[in-house]
């Protein structure tokens, strides 16, 4: 572990974050849990932890369509904007629309985790 990681371990420690007997897959880092779950690298953020091919899959699946729905949350902020501009642009209109049936579909497909 670098100085760096180490002063972040102490900080996660310090926030209440339990450290794991389970080593980072990437850099041998102990890893940590945080109150709302996630497990933690101090050097490579935030790490899962699976138990078979079937829950990797179904992890990468779940990263994979949270970083579609970030595209489309940030396109969906782009297309907004253009409201303000012109707010009767009845195309402008149906792309927000898209939008957000885009959103709302991805979100019926990832279990959302509350903290």
Known sequence: ?????????????????????????????????????DVICPVHGKVYIVKSDEEEKQVKKDIMLNSVE??????????????????????????????LDAIERIRKLVPQHNS
Not at 83 to 89: A, L, Q
Request: hydrophobic content about 35%; glycine content about 6%; overall charge negative.
């Open 1 to 37: 572990m670098t100085d760096d990681s180490i002063k972040k371990a102490a900080e996660l420690l310090r926030q209440g974050a339990t450290m794991l007997s389970d080593a980072c897959p990437i850099c041998g880092s102990p890893l940590f849990k945080l109150k709302n779950g």
């Open 70 to 99: 970030d595209f489309l949350v940030e396109g969906l902020y782009s297309t907004a904007k253009k409201i303000k501009e012109d707010p009767y642009d009845s195309e402008t209109l149906v792309q927000v629309i898209r939008y």
